[in-house]
């Protein structure tokens, strides 16, 4: 569910990558061919105003020997192209009349001379004159004299150039104005799919409830059905696989009764005679067997837990006593006194509202856990705080490249002497998490020894706990 | 004592009896409910161990049955079922108390003699822990065979303590057993109370559990 979010390959980075160089690139080749277009239009617009200017110089002149009157009754002032203005074009054109026996007739101003005779030449020419180039229009007269109408090159192109140019203007303006509105209607359009990101990305992992398709659009809803459908599919195997579990343990918990009731009634038979080692351990590995499956169960229960279970106020002293009940003959069997301390007297305990039998589950498991791990004699406390809870034992701790791994399933540190299921703070992390808590464990700081410790989610750790190794809660 | 035993696991049935039986109970136990109705209705059984998944009608209806004809006998419910709401369903069609399998037969003992001792018809007559031995309606302890002169507060106190023998019962609860209708109480009362049993009867015969309250000793530490 992070393809839509992560850096790099987002579906709305791609779109507006995509959008934003694609724009401009098309944008460009476009304007760039309008002005090759326009260019060559302008030019062609340019040759045909010279060859106008000669057509007309040439019908002006009736024969050859009035050339030089009509000449200078022709003002170049009134030759510009019709279409454009700017006197420059004008006063750069260069007009060459010629009689029929070559002589130059006076029409133009300087320059005229460097203009060489063709005669009986018809068309364009490019020419270079005083090391610059020039286009050229020669027409021959009905009388056989020679009109030329030449124009600077460089002029020219600069015209074309801006001529060309200037219908571009608005458009280069418009260019940022239109990346801008497609930015944000990228932005619009892909909202819904941002919000349906945002709501898989948000959701627990055991959350599957379907996907609201309401407001989204109608593309998107084969996807969201899908995704609900894969949702339902998911939830009826995790809703078989619970099944199995709580039935097989439910199952076990039968047979491992016969066994222990016809071990305690053998026991009970041998009438306290000591037994042989292989019936003790026999005894013994019943016992662990019985501790897994309750283990098992319960962690499967809590890993498939409704999250609409109801909340209450947490009563601790009544759940204290419970657990400290339960805990109770393991602490007398390991001779580990349990206390209760209060951090911050007449305060109230660790306000909470929850699941009471899970949260006694959870104490049992933090006691039992401590007392398995406390050397004899020593003690196991369970402290309260304003804003935590913490069991504190003052056993050998755990080595510290193993406290990383203390939360796995099955996990039990080597060297433990009292059999565990490895279970108990997988246990413990799972109804943290499912009231909001988070679990961190490490070296208690006022004494030798272990602790483990519960707060809100969020709130600061343990002065000491970011030293050792601080979980959060998964 | 007589216990009635309804199990249908044949293997689990016999062990049950014949465990318990070891510890001095009086068994009897039948593998379907409508047997066991019928041997209720002619027989004074002192307390009844219940499984709640049996052939035909289960356990529950049975409970149930009992509870709304009058039945008073203590019933223990011993099953297999283990989430907290059909605990609180068999709770509330009367047991006295819910264990789930698999459960230690001296275990299932204990809980049978403090659910006797708790019931309201025809409580045990003598309780015993230990070397200790104490008739409730004499109101009358023996520590080794040798009577224990206690005050009223005290005998209140160890009557607690001996009722929930596997418990740690919460000071507050404690106080409000013992000193129900009294105003001021003295914050060290308690505390006076259970020294003077300690002096009394032995060191040990009462557990304290810092910051929670009190739980009766252990059988095992008493010896010593």
């Known amino acids: 569910m992070n393809a839509l979010r992560g850096p790099g390959t987002t579906l709305r980075r791609r779109l507006m990558r995509l959008v934003l160089l694609a724009t401009p690139a098309l944008w460009g080749l476009s304007m760039l061919l309008s002005f090759l277009i326009a260019h060559q239009e302008i030019d062609e617009l340019f040759d045909a105003e010279l060859v106008r200017v000669a057509q007309q110089m040439a019908g002006a002149l009736p024969d050859e020997g009035a050339a030089a009157g009509v000449a200078a009754s022709v003002p170049l002032a009134s030759r510009r192209p019709a279409t454009h203005d700017g006197g420059s074009e004008v006063k750069d054109l260069l007009v060459v009349v010629w009689d029929r026996t070559g002589n130059r007739l006076p029409v133009a101003g300087r320059g005229a001379s460097l203009l060489p005779h063709r005669p009986g030449l018809r068309g364009f020419v490019d020419l270079e004159l005083r090391r610059r180039d020039w286009r050229a229009f020669y027409l021959p007269t009905e009388g056989q004299g020679q009109v030329a109408v030449a ?35 990228l932005e619009r359009v892909l909202r819904p799919l941002r919000r349906l990101s945002a709501e898989l990305d948000g ?16 593309d998107l809803c084969p996807l969201v059905a899908a995704t609900n459908a894969q949702f339902a599919r998911v939830a009826t195997l995790l809703e078989r696989e619970r099944r199995f579990t709580s039935d097989a343990a439910h199952e076990l918990r039968t047979p491992l009764a016969v066994l222990q009731a016809q071990w305690d009634a053998a026991l009970l038979d041998a009438d306290g005679a000591p037994l042989p080692e292989p019936l003790r351990k026999l005894g013994e590995g019943l016992a662990r067997m019985s501790r897994l499956v309750t283990q098992l169960l319960l962690l499967s229960r809590v890993e498939h837990r409704e999250s609409a279970a109801p909340r209450r106020p947490v009563d601790w002293s009544a759940l204290v006593a419970e657990a400290f009940t339960d805990a109770l003959p393991l ?3 390991r001779g580990v006194e349990l206390a209760c301390e209060d951090r911050v007297p ?11 039998p899970l949260l006694a589950a959870l104490l049992r498991n933090l006691l039992d856990n401590a007392l398995r791990h406390s050397p004899r004699g020593g003690q196991v406390t369970l402290r309260f705080g304003a804003d935590r809870l913490e069991v504190l034992d003052d056993g050998p701790g755990v080595a510290p490249e193993q406290l990383g791994r203390l939360g796995d399933r099955f996990y039990r540190p080597p060297g433990e002497t009292e059999p565990g299921s490895g279970l108990g703070l997988s246990i413990v992390r799972r109804i943290a ?16 020894g272990f602790r483990v410790g519960l707060r809100r989610a969020g709130a600061p750790a343990a002065a000491t706990t970011e030293a050792g190794a601080a979980v959060e809660a998964a | ?59 529950l209806h049975w409970l149930t049955r009992w509870r709304s004809g009058a039945q008073r006998v203590p019933v223990l419910i011993l099953t297999a079922r283990d989430a907290v709401e059909q605990r609180i369903e068999g709770l509330d069609a009367g047991a006295d108390d819910y264990l789930v399998k698999p459960i230690a037969i001296p275990e299932l003992a204990a809980r049978l003699r403090a659910v006797l001792r708790r019931s309201q018809g025809r409580p045990e007559p003598v309780w015993k822990h230990g070397a200790l031995e104490y008739r409730p309606a004499a109101k009358a302890a023996r520590w080794q065979g040798t009577p224990v002169e206690l005050t009223a507060r005290e005998c209140a106190l160890l009557e607690l303590l001996l009722a929930h023998p596997q ?11 013992l000193y129900a209708f009294e105003q001021d109480i003295e914050s060290n009362a308690l505390e006076v109370h259970v020294h003077h049993l300690r002096r009394k009867i032995h060191p040990k015969i009462v557990r304290t559990v810092r910051g929670v309250g009190y739980a009766l000793g252990g059988v095992e530490d008493l010896s010593a």
């Open chain 1, 151 to 185: 124009q600077r090159v460089d002029e020219r192109r600069e015209l074309v150039r801006n001529l060309a140019l200037g219908p571009l203007v608005p458009w280069l303006l418009a260019l940022p104005l239109l990346l801008l509105a497609l930015a944000l209607g």
């Open chain 1, 203 to 218: 959701r627990a992992a055991d959350d599957l409830r379907p996907l609201d398709a309401r407001g989204l659009p109608a």
């Open chain 1, 331 to 333: 602490a007398e069997r």
């Open chain 1, 346 to 356: 007449g305060g109230e305990r660790f306000p909470l509202r929850g699941d009471a």
């Open chain 1, 433 to 448: 998490d499912w009231h909001g808590l988070a679990v961190d464990w490490g070296p208690r700081e006022d004494a030798p």
């Open chain 2, 1 to 59: 004592m007589r216990i009635l035993i309804v199990e249908d696991d044949p293997q689990l049935g016999e062990a049950l009896a014949r465990g318990l039986g070891a510890l001095g109970f009086a068994v009897d136990w039948f593998g379907d409910g409508s047997r066991a109705d019928g041997a209720l209705a002619t027989t004074p059984y002192d307390a009844i161990v219940l499984d709640l998944g049996l052939p035909g009608r289960d356990g």
């Open chain 2, 167 to 177: 418990r740690v019962l919460p000071r507050g609860l404690i106080q409000d057993k």
